[in-house]
């Protein structure tokens, strides 16, 4: 029997008003008359004697009325004594994510996290998504929230968040770069913006493979998808990057995104820690949240 069904009979025993319970449990009568029949179903007995006017117990409903106020009752108290167990979590929690991630990804994680173990500590560090895996297989963090490689090490365990689309950006000031997407170009002949190492490096290396025409060139390599916004908005070069990064950026006026680029194969985002560690009470108690 679902705890649901229990609480709409309990109320409905107390009200004895089909339209009354049905409205404090946001569903139609009917739908109330239906949860009613399959515990009778399940009970082997009616429940309630009705009419067009009065709905009142039967002797089988007054027992069952008995029965299931302390099943809700016992949840009850399983669930305080639970959160009471939870509360008593202590202890720091290290975190690695890029600034975007900080902004997009994290606050509700830890909110729910937080909600639930009150007294542990939150020590977050941010910097290059691209060095998150690094950080987690040093030890130096917990965990990080990062990109799925497209080879991940049998040494992680990956939670999927999110599917994170990506896009070429160019900058929108007057400038060489920009006037010159604004007519027929090779790509060859644009300076491109790099992350220096990473999943969205991967990206690139396919995308413009598929172009077929000749070597890229290079303008510069940049530490963080952050920066590598910043770059274009200056007017260096193009880009790739996720969308949710430029989505988050203070320079996110002066670029654009190059709707007819061709497709790029979106990240795998995810919450990422080491095998070996994810019995311990804090991390299980994190990924429990999530």
């Known amino acids: 029997m679902e705890l649901k069904s229990l609480r709409m009979f309990v109320d409905l025993a107390k009200s004895l008003h089909f339209g009354k319970t049905a409205e404090l449990h946001h569903v139609s009568p009917s739908t109330l008359s239906r949860v009613i029949q399959r515990l009778e179903l399940e009970v082997g007995d009616s429940l309630l004697h009705r009419d067009n006017r009065t709905v009142v117990l039967s002797e089988a409903g007054k027992q069952f009325y008995q029965f299931a106020q302390q099943q809700l009752e016992q949840w009850q108290l399983l669930k305080l004594s639970l959160s009471q167990k939870q509360a008593d979590l202590q202890g720091k929690l290290h975190i690695f994510c890029s600034v975007t991630a900080a902004y997009s990804h994290l606050p509700p994680l830890l909110e729910r996290f937080r909600q639930q173990h009150p007294m542990v500590e939150i020590m977050l560090t941010t910097g290059d998504a691209a060095d998150a895996l690094e950080q987690v297989e040093k030890q130096a963090v917990d965990f990080a929230i990062a990109a799925r490689p497209e080879q991940l090490s049998r040494i992680f365990t990956f939670h999927h968040l999110a599917e994170i ?120 108690a994190f990924f429990a949240s999530i």
């Open 165 to 284: 689309p990506l896009a070429v950006i160019a900058p929108t000031m007057v400038c060489r770069v920009q006037q010159q997407i604004q007519q027929d170009f090779l790509w060859s002949d644009v300076p491109i913006i790099l992350p220096e190492h990473g999943p969205a490096r991967k990206r690139f290396e396919y995308w413009y493979r598929k172009k077929q025409q000749g070597k890229a060139n290079i303008y510069a390599t940049v530490s963080g998808h952050e920066a590598l916004v910043s770059m274009v908005a200056l007017g260096c070069g193009v880009g790739i990057v996720p969308r949710v990064v430029v989505e988050n950026s203070p320079v996110k006026d002066r670029v654009q995104y190059l709707e007819n680029a061709g497709e790029i194969a979106p990240f795998d985002l995810g919450v990422c820690c080491l095998n070996q560690s994810k019995e311990q009470p804090l991390i299980k």
